[in-house]
């Protein structure tokens, strides 16, 4: 069997701000002043793609050192397990490192990125994971003014993931809230920061809490005649109980207007179509449940607290840890959702078949390639695959191919780095 994939399209900094119809300003060294004193976007990219990642180990030990609770997948994680979970989310075609927006200054933000510790939360640690590189210095940046960043931060991030198939390396929540899989938590040290606060109720989800946080916003996206650009936005302010999307005028063929109104959390969960089954083995299920029970009984508590701590500085326009404490809040949400829909629809895996029959769910193979030699994989399910401890989702390039492969075959997988040839040895 053979399978094959056309690489994504290479994007650049410039050409995505362009495309959606942005000024364009830069580029400009990582690390040096930006001109940007109004709000805007910025984009952080290499002068050309990387086939692999240079993950600063120094930079990782010091991380560890500075946010001493920090957990992968729930346990204390050394360097290098760190440095091989960070290297599995690198896109080797792409030199796009992240996509970020200010409200009130690019230049402001990015001067508190570059201040920020890695593994510290103030001033500002958006983008962490750009400083566990080790080549970053290399890095350049764009940036562009709008009136409107938030917005465009969003459609400059879907633009990417529609074209790439993934976020940028040091993007870790999408547009819309859903946080990428990374297993990290507790990644950020409150340095100074106020005592707990004692929680007698705590609020599930984000809706109840809105007589004390930010009115949420309506964005409205236009459609694309072309697969990277995007129309311009207009952007309607909502209240929690009436909803008026006004579109802009506009004429021609690009002129169709599709609004889309951003629904709380709940009202999202119960307005989606059922999800597939996930597949897991009973480790998995077990693993989904106990970081479950650590998001809602720990770190929500914790996220819940720190707002309040940050609402009680004052101004909220430009409070990092606000900001930083509603993006945890969203993801944290998000991810308890993902885990109660998945343990949810759970379907344990139970692999019985006999050695050398065929490849199934739950198989163990071992396979020989032409380039690493003999390796074994275990076939489970994209919620539980794990590449570095050798566990591959049957929906991967790798994982199709096998399915259904008996000992003696021999396929052909195209990878990001071209293609491989893999013999079937054993199945157990």
Do not use: C
């Amino acid at each position: 069997m053979t399978t094959s994939s056309s690489p994504a399209p290479l994007l650049s900094g410039r050409e995505l701000l362009l495309a959606n119809s942005l000024a364009v300003e830069g580029p400009i060294l990582w690390g040096r002043p930006v001109g940007g004193s109004g709000p805007g976007v910025f984009i952080v990219e290499l002068p050309a793609p990387q086939p692999k990642v240079a993950v600063d180990p120094n930079a990782i030990r010091e991380w560890l050192s500075r946010a001493p609770n920090l957990r992968l997948d729930g346990k204390q994680p050394s360097v290098a397990e760190l440095q091989t979970r960070l290297a599995s989310f690198w896109l080797p075609g792409q030199s796009i490192l992240f996509i970020g927006s200010s409200l009130k200054s690019v230049a402001a933000r990015l001067t508190s990125m570059y201040k920020t510790p890695l593994g510290e939360r103030r001033p500002q640690p958006t983008g962490y994971w750009l400083k566990t590189l080790h080549d970053l210095g290399k890095a350049r940046i764009w940036w562009a003014p709008t009136s409107d960043p938030e917005l465009y931060e969003d459609q400059l991030i879907e633009a990417f993931v529609k074209t790439s198939g993934a976020l940028p390396y040091a993007n870790n929540v999408a547009p819309g809230g859903q946080g990428r899989q990374h297993g990290l938590t507790s990644p950020l040290h409150d340095e100074g920061a106020p005592k707990p606060v004692k929680i007698t109720k705590i609020t599930v989800l984000p809706d109840a809490n809105e007589d004390e946080m930010e009115l949420s916003s309506t964005r409205i996206r236009g459609s694309a005649t072309r697969p990277a650009a995007l129309a311009k936005p207009s952007r309607t302010r909502t209240t929690p109980r009436k909803v008026v999307v006004k579109p802009m005028p506009q004429t021609g063929p690009s002129a169709i207007e599709k609004p889309v109104v951003r629904r709380s959390s709940k009202t999202a969960a119960n307005s989606r179509p059922a999800s597939a089954k996930t597949h897991l083995t009973a480790e998995g299920l077990a693993a989904l449940n106990a970081e479950l029970d650590e998001l809602t009984t720990l770190r929500r508590p914790e996220v819940i607290a720190r707002i309040k701590a940050a609402r009680e500085l004052g101004d909220l326009r430009e409070n990092a840890d606000y900001e930083a404490a509603r993006k945890e809040q969203s993801f944290l949400e998000g991810r308890v959702q993902q885990l109660e829909q998945m343990i949810k629809v759970a379907v344990i895996i139970e692999h019985g078949a006999e050695s050398g029959a065929e490849v199934t769910l739950g198989a163990t193979v071992v396979v020989e390639t032409d380039r690493h030699g003999e390796e074994t994989f275990t076939i489970v399910g994209s919620a539980e695959a794990d590449a570095a401890a050798g566990k591959i989702s049957y929906t991967s390039p790798i994982g199709r191919a096998l399915m259904g492969r008996r000992p003696g075959e021999t396929i052909r997988v195209q990878i990001p780095s071209g293609t491989l040839d893999f013999k079937v040895t054993k199945v157990r």
